[in-house]
């Protein structure tokens, strides 16, 4: 709560709550993101969170467009960061030096029967990637 206050009170509101979104909450959030699995309503969700810590960032009314409130605070579409975070996430595995967790992956990727696979596949076909 004191943060919060503290946030408040400051001289430059959005530059600071900017700065705790952006290099304390969502960190958190994001941790192992590239491993894990969301449904489309859990990432909306997510979005609608971020949307509303927006708001009370920049203090905008509830009529004002998403899209305005990410290009104020600098942010893109959860989606679009959870895609980049999967993306990386393989990325570093393929070009790294651990041969076995390559393995690892590669037989994950093999198996078409789980869901972090799935939503891999689904990516990588909407966004015309070969694996």
């Given amino acids: 709560m004191q ?19 952006k290099s304390l909450a969502l960190p958190k959030v994001f941790l192992g993101l590239g491993v894990m699995s969301f ?9 609608v969170i971020e949307n509303t810590v927006f708001r009370q960032i920049l203090r905008a009314s509830c009529l004002t467009p998403n899209a305005v409130l990410r290009g104020e605070i600098g ?12 993306f990386l996430f393989v990325k570093s595995i393929w070009e790294g ?20 696979n799935k939503k ?8 015309r990637f070969d694996k």
């Fill in 3 to 21: 943060l919060f206050y503290a946030i408040e009170t400051s001289c430059d509101r959005v530059l600071m709550g900017k700065l705790w979104w």
């Fill in 39 to 47: 449904t489309t309503d859990q990432v909306e969700a997510m979005q």
């Fill in 75 to 86: 942010s893109s579409r959860m989606e679009n960061r959870m895609i980049e975070s999967r």
């Fill in 97 to 116: 030096n651990n041969e076995m967790v390559k393995e690892v992956l590669r037989k994950v990727m093999d198996n078409t029967g789980n869901s972090w």
């Fill in 120 to 127: 891999n596949e689904s990516i990588f076909r909407k966004n």
